[in-house]
């Protein structure tokens, strides 16, 4: 597999258990900016909630500004203000909010608008971090360091190329949003990718290698590895799961291809989605594919346990543009992951080194049905990768170890900038 020759500037934070340096920070505020906060499911409110949390708990004053909506619920309506454990959520009014389509995106314009009048007229925070939901909240971040503020762009997905090689945007909207977009990056302190792919990407713009740093995500503890709860804990017909985003980026149609010559295997796909109606098709005419509602964070866990493997995918067309997080709570579960993608990609990067599970590229249907075969037939083998996903989770994708490098590059940029004090 090709790897992208970028650096991974992640090794040169502490590891967990061998901090060098007390890191609590002295007392300074920081301002986590996303349309979705907790207690939305969306996943970058999850991750959001994680390590703003995780902060809180290490000394930092944690402000997060977020929409009063829900990503899963559009009707729903937060407070304007909440205090959860040590984080401090305001909540911005947003009156147009939607799944998909117009109502979507006149969503993220008001909110966008909504936050920069706010960055503008309220005290600045010694650090920010933008992330990308919506797109180019790194102006607000861009306004914040303006003023003195430092800035930390979180990019979970590369936009505009991502709407672009999906084709939601056009060829001349597109190289005009990436010129404006590679301005902003150039004019923040650090940007911070999930992998050596996206970075790859980033690395294109130009943008100095110093300023890049790559955090990959992580997931709960999916509970003990397999040797320590016995054999794997599944029912009696084989259950290949989906759970997470099921989004025009994710490739399904290869899975949903090879169910019907796969009637001892049920399909579950438990999410929502651009690709939804595909699946509700096939659920429909395919006995053994189900579509479920995702779960809650609460019972993730032990759904994801319960399932035989699970199935991560990606269209082509996004890689080195964003990383499905569904595969690191996979790994966590202790179960074999089958991976439809290319070898372009963080995915099929995790599976070389981590041979807990098979990947398969896109479309190809045959040795869909051989991969799902093997492992429905021969338990050790299913065994076997299910402890290595679980290796893997814990040695690179533990939460506190990851969220403690960006505590690390936080303290960093917080050194010399005021903005301490209260909420």
């Known amino acids: 597999m090709p790897h992208p020759k970028v650096e991974d500037m992640s090794h040169s934070c502490p590891r967990e258990g061998s901090t060098p340096f007390q890191l609590k920070a002295p007392n ?17 409110a999850q991750y959001l909630a994680d390590l703003s949390r995780y902060l809180a708990d290490e000394g930092w004053l944690v402000e997060v500004l977020c929409s009063n909506r829900l990503y899963e619920d559009p009707a729903a309506k937060l407070p304007a203000r909440e205090k959860i454990g040590r984080v401090t959520v305001r909540r911005l009014p947003v009156r147009l909010h939607g799944r998909s389509g117009l109502l979507r995106f006149l969503g993220y314009v008001e909110f966008l608008v909504r936050v920069m009048l706010h960055v503008l007229f309220t005290r600045r925070p010694a650090v920010c971090v933008s992330m990308t939901t919506p797109p180019f909240l790194l102006l607000a971040g861009a306004v914040l360091r303006l003023r003195g503020a430092r800035h930390l762009h979180w990019c979970l997905d590369i936009y505009p190329e991502i709407a672009h090689a999906l084709g939601v945007l056009g060829g001349a909207a597109a190289s005009l949003l990436v010129a404006a977009r590679r301005i902003l990056w150039h004019v923040t302190d650090v940007v911070v990718t999930l992998g050596p792919f996206m970075a790859g990407t980033v ?34 017909r084989f259950t290949l799961l989906y759970s997470g985003n099921i989004g025009a980026a ?23 989605g651009a690709k939804r109606p595909l699946v ?23 759904r994801l346990r319960s399932a035989s493997a699970h199935l991560v995918t990606l269209d082509p067309r996004a890689d080195g543009l964003l990383v499905p997080s569904k595969l690191y709570a996979a790994m966590a579960s202790g179960r074999p992951v089958i991976v439809v993608a290319s070898d372009r990609n963080e995915l099929a990067l995790e599976l070389e080194r981590g041979g807990f599970g098979v990947r398969i590229e896109p479309g190809d249907v045959d040795a869909f049905v051989s991969a799902v075969k093997r492992l429905a037939r021969d338990r050790a083998l299913a065994d076997e990768a299910g402890r290595r996903a679980k290796a893997a989770f814990l040695e690179r994708h533990r939460g506190s170890v990851c969220m403690q490098r960006f505590h690390h590059i936080l303290r960093g940029l917080s050194v010399g900038v005021s903005g301490g004090g209260g909420h």
């Open 28 to 44: 300074r505020r920081i301002l986590f900016l996303n349309m979705f906060g907790e207690p939305s499911t969306a996943a970058s």
């Open 203 to 236: 690395a294109k713009t130009s943008l100095s290698r110093r300023k890049t740093r790559v955090i990959p995500l992580w997931a709960e503890d999916g509970g003990p590895p397999v040797e320590a709860a016995g054999p794997l804990e599944t029912p009696s």
């Open 280 to 302: 509700e098709k096939a659920a429909r005419d395919t006995p053994n594919v189900r579509l479920q509602s995702l779960s809650s964070r609460e019972h993730l866990a032990a």
């Open 250 to 272: 994710h490739d399904v149609e290869t899975a949903l291809s090879a169910a019907h010559r796969l009637p001892e295997v049920d399909f579950v796909f438990a999410g929502d």
